[in-house]
């Protein structure tokens, strides 16, 4: 591309289909608007940029990984339709002022079909705000395309078409001091000297709000074609006053952290492991990221480390950390650019003290369906509630999340098709991040798998029929690379093995503010349910109520695994340095859901939940017991407070199942409207679907609450969200009282404000240490 000449044809001449009259009411419009040019600001430094796929923290790329930083400028690397870049810094917000763009484009020789390129003005959501705009659809085109200049529905046909390997500058000014938002786009020679084309027309003031994009290809095929580039792009400039400038908006070089911090127990005190996310930078880059932390009012060094070229993320393992303190830290990215000069950025927050001689406080969070994104209300309740520490237990991003499909095959590219989408959650939540310890592990959707049995790291087995099969679909470096961007902060691992096709694990412990949290993978090691017989179409769901169930315990069948088990027992055994103890892992260990997608959708049993294979359920629920931890867990879309049963109702620990986030596919737990499926013991609250059951396993539980959702039907993102029963959870450990105080919170509350109605019915519920051994106080 370096070799491309900025030049255009002298001989584009421009024909208009519109009369003198209309071009007279624009010439006073036009004047003013371009009065502003002088005060452009470019927005980009892609001239500057060494190659690579991360065009910069002030940008958002739809999607990430068909776009490319190249000799300068910012290329779309596919021919495929509504590839765009959002500007995170500069939105339109006073559709009374004025504005002007500009931008040099060039075309590809490699465009099968034209579908133009250009801006889009207007982007926004239902909320419109930065985050969620750059994933809304409508706006305004306005851009080249062919022999036509447009603006909308508006256009004018050139004498000739811009060739390829030609570069032609585009200006869009906007006029706002009339009854309607007046625009003007003229196409230039490249270096701006010549006039080339020129388009106006007039939109609604109602449809100039909200981001401004850059967009390769308006119209065409959706799907990516390998050797077909689209349009590319450089010197972006804006200026004037319809625009808000907020340069806090970036999200990038580095994009978030995560930290944990845990006592070893041993000649290493207590450990602080810290990693820095980044953007996907290039070959020529600078790799390294550093860390400092501020001691006695000065910034002090803890060195640098390289950037993962898979993961693009840095860890540093720090032991001996004084944990007596509050630490401020602050993560430094020195970006080299081509012309010698260094853009560093920063990223700051606080490595809190250790939460001794207080309550430790525990959001539980799950499941982040992308149709509430950037989940605002969970998000600021965290930051104002500041808890001790954040859970994330699985399904921080979807497949369908930002939109533009899924890559599987490709171990590269599917890697940056998962690092975009996963960025989406540090975008949401790195602002309570930045000042908690955090754990974070993966579920199924994570790597790209509906429902996964791990069995141990196979391959999925694509000649078998059916998508309820065990394995992984996705190539194991992308697995490792999920891996590694949700936990490579987590303190030591017990044993680092990995599975097989050298498929990482990460379950091990923490010890913080004297309790101690265990973290499993659950489904790494569970077996395939084509191993059994449901009876059905679908080897995963039995749908018949008389269907024995019992059946499906074949022998040989595993839960947790080996080796989780072994890591549980020693875990239960072990009390040094903290008196109460956390299960942390993705489901709970019953089947608590009677009906799946839709309102009437009965399934008696879901091989899904950690309610089967049942044999390998009891073993893993008779280990815990002896830690009398409680069970904090997700993924069910579904908030439940339950106990476990074996032997007996009530004889094990306890399960808080906390809110998705944003719940998508929904999940009720309806047993009293189903015949033979009747409860004892109702808890004295009264609310109906609670009390001893046995679920669809054949397995003891009982359900002290249960926060079954609305069938969804509200249009705006939030209100969805809180219809569908979304939210987050709050678990006070107390190690003085010894009990954990459970809170189930709604979507759309303030959980500071106390008003009881804030959380789902039956909670806040108080669970006593001993009653997860099955010394039960709660009244039923």
Same mark, same amino acid.
């Given at each position: ?518 973290? +499993? #993978?659950? =489904? %790494?090691? /569970? ?5 059994? @017989?449901?009876?059905? $179409?679908?080897?995963?769901? *039995? ?16 839960? +947790? #695994?080996? =080796? %989780?088990? /072994? ?5 239960? @055994?072990?009390?040094? $340095?903290?008196?109460?103890? *956390? ?17 009437? #959708? ?179």
């Amino acid at each position: 591309m370096g070799s491309m000449i900025e030049r255009i044809s002298r001989r584009l001449s421009l024909k208009f289909f519109s009369v003198a009259a209309l071009l007279g009411l624009f010439d006073k419009r036009l004047a003013s608007a371009r009065d502003g040019s002088a005060k452009l600001k470019q927005l980009d430094r892609w001239d500057k940029t060494y190659d690579r796929v991360f065009l910069g923290g002030d940008f958002w790329a739809n999607p990430m990984e068909d776009w490319r930083v190249a000799d300068g400028w910012a290329e779309c690397a596919f021919d495929a339709a509504n590839r765009s870049i959002h500007s995170l810094t500069h939105q339109i917000t006073n559709p009374d002022g004025s504005f002007t763009m500009s931008v040099k484009i060039g075309r590809s020789k490699t465009v099968k079909k034209d579908g133009g390129a250009g801006f889009r003005i207007g982007v926004r959501s239902d909320l419109n705000e930065v985050k969620s705009n750059v994933f809304a659809g409508g706006g305004t085109n306005a851009g080249l395309v062919g022999t036509m200049l447009f603006i909308g529905r508006t256009k004018v046909r050139l004498t000739g078409a811009i060739g390829d390997d030609e570069v032609v500058m585009l200006e869009l000014t906007g006029d706002g001091s009339g009854d309607q938002m007046a625009l003007t786009l003229t196409a230039k020679s490249a270096d701006g000297a010549e006039e080339l084309g020129l388009v106006k027309a007039e939109i609604g003031k109602d449809r100039v709000p909200g981001n401004v994009a850059l967009v390769s290809q308006f119209t065409g095929g959706k799907n990516r074609v390998e050797g077909q580039r689209g349009y590319r792009f450089t010197d972006w400039q804006a200026g004037g006053d319809a625009f808000t400038v907020t340069p806090e908006q970036s999200f990038g070089p580095i994009l978030w952290s995560m930290y944990s911090l845990s006592d070893s127990r041993g000649d290493e005190g207590f450990v602080m492991k810290i990693s820095a996310l980044l953007g996907p930078v290039g070959e020529k880059d600078n790799r390294e990221v550093d860390l400092e932390v501020q001691r006695n009012g000065q910034w002090e060094s803890l060195g640098s480390e390289t950037l993962d070229p898979a993961a693009w993320g840095a860890t540093w393992r720090i032991p001996n950390w004084n944990e007596k303190v509050d630490t401020p830290f602050r993560l430094i990215y020195r970006e080299q650019l081509t012309n010698g000069s260094e853009a560093p950025t920063e990223w700051t927050g606080k490595i809190r003290r250790n939460p001794v001689g207080r309550p430790v406080r525990v959001a539980g969070l799950t499941c982040q369906k992308d149709y509430a994104f950037p989940y605002e209300p969970v998000a600021n309740n965290l930051v104002k509630l500041d808890p001790d520490l954040l859970f994330f237990s699985g399904d921080q991003l979807y497949e369908n999340h930002g939109g533009f499909g899924i890559i599987r095959d490709q171990e590269g590219p599917a890697i940056l098709n998962y690092l975009r989408k996963f960025y989406m959650h540090g975008w949401a939540f790195g602002d309570a991040m930045r000042n908690a310890p955090t754990l974070c592990v993966t579920d199924d959707h994570d790597v790209f798998h509906g429902n996964i049995w791990g069995e141990g790291g196979v391959a999925w087995d694509t000649s078998k029929p059916g998508a309820s099969r065990a394995g992984y679909k996705q190539p194991p470096g992308m697995v490792n690379v999920v891996h590694t961007t949700h936990a490579s902060h987590h303190p030591d691992l017990y044993d680092p093995t990995p599975i097989k096709q050298d498929i990482s694990v990460y379950y091990g412990d923490m010890v913080y503010g004297g309790v101690s949290f265990a973290i +499993l #993978g659950d =489904r %790494q090691w /569970k077996s395939g349910p084509e191993r059994v @017989d449901t009876g059905t $179409g679908r080897a995963d769901h *039995v749908y018949d109520p008389t269907w024995d169930t019992a059946a499906l315990d074949a022998p040989g069948l595993e839960l +947790l #695994g080996e =080796r %989780q088990e /072994k890591f549980l027992e020693a875990w239960g @055994d072990d009390w040094r $340095g903290h008196s109460m103890k *956390v299960l942390l892992s993705q489901t709970l260990f019953v089947n608590a859901a009677t009906h799946h997608g839709k309102y009437t #959708g009965y399934i008696k049993a879901d091989l899904d939940s950690g309610g089967w294979p049942q044999a390998a359920r009891n073993r893993a629920v008779d280990i815990l017991r002896k830690s009398k931890a409680l069970h904090i867990n997700g993924d069910q879309h579904l908030t439940t407070m339950t106990q476990y049963g074996v032997k007996q109702q009530r004889d094990a620990n306890w399960s808080f199942c906390t809110p998705a986030i944003a719940a998508g596919y929904p999940r009720w737990w309806r047993p009293d409207e189903i015949e033979g499926m009747d409860h004892q013991n109702r808890p004295s609250h009264g609310h109906e679907n609670t009390g001893e059951y046995i679920d669809g396993f054949g397995n003891p539980v009982y359900v002290y609450a249960v926060g079954n959702p609305e069938v969804g039907s509200e249009k705006h993102r939030y209100d969805l969200a809180h219809q569908k029963a979304s939210g987050f959870g709050l678990i006070t450990v107390d190690t003085e009282e010894k009990t954990y105080l459970c809170e189930s919170f709604k979507f759309l509350v303030d959980a500071t404000d106390g008003n009881p109605d804030n959380q789902h019915p039956g909670w806040p519920v108080t669970i006593h240490m001993e009653e997860n051994g099955g010394e039960n106080r709660l009244e039923v």
